[in-house]
């Protein structure tokens, strides 16, 4: 009888069940922290507002067309626009218009987040200034990426709002194993810098109707804080 030496799965990887016991943060690779409930009922709330207003158009939600497809997670950008795979001012791969603003107010609970998740972190340079909004409706999920675009490699900080998912963490090698699968549920911050910063992940599923009732959202909303380490000109 052999165990495989890391599990696959973390014990409470299952986004379809309530959790019975508070979840204690968690660090899933050196540089990778999970922070269980990190934003209260308020700040989901707020986000989630905010969320609504950035997802109108100009340079709401759109489909992402890869070089392998359409994402089946739509997304928006903030403070710079990702495209695939590069950093623009404007919605350059949709209707063409100016980003919305990146709002001071998320860079300070990244700032929060990464301070609390890896006390040991120098503070970047380069200021957080790019937010990535994704939503996923049921069924929609992402595969296995790393975040490489930024010049920075300030931690990228992500928050969670509405379904619960399963939220596959990987090595820097490559999209294999070994991984770890964590529930991330609405509320949850997700912080990965130093030796885990350009590590792969993806999103192999969500769980539709797990959200919290009382927040309203449909599906599963995914913000993701970076630095671009990028200046205009
Ligand atoms: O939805 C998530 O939790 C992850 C999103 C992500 O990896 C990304 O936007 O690059
Ligand atoms: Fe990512």
Known sequence: MSRRPTPDRHPAARPDLPDLFPRPPQTVAPGAV?????????RQR???AACRAWAQPPAGLREVRTRTGTMSA?????????????YARTVVDGDGAPVKPFPDWLGEWALAAVAAALPGEPASAEPYDVALVNHYAAGARMGMHR?????SRAPVVSFSL?????????????????????????GDAFVFGGPARLAYHGVPRTSPGSGPPALGVRGRLNVTVRASGLTDG
Do not use: I, K, M
């Open 34 to 42: 999970h922070l269980p409930d990190w934003l209260g009922e308020d």
């Open 74 to 86: 739509r997304q928006l950008s903030l403070g710079w626009h990702w495209y695939p795979y590069g």
């Open 147 to 151: 975040d490489s675009d930024e010049r």
């Open 162 to 186: 509405g379904d619960s998912c399963v939220f596959r963490f990987g090595n820097v090698e490559g999209r294999g194993r070994p991984w770890t699968d964590v529930t991330l549920r609405s």
């Open 46 to 48: 707020e986000l989630l």
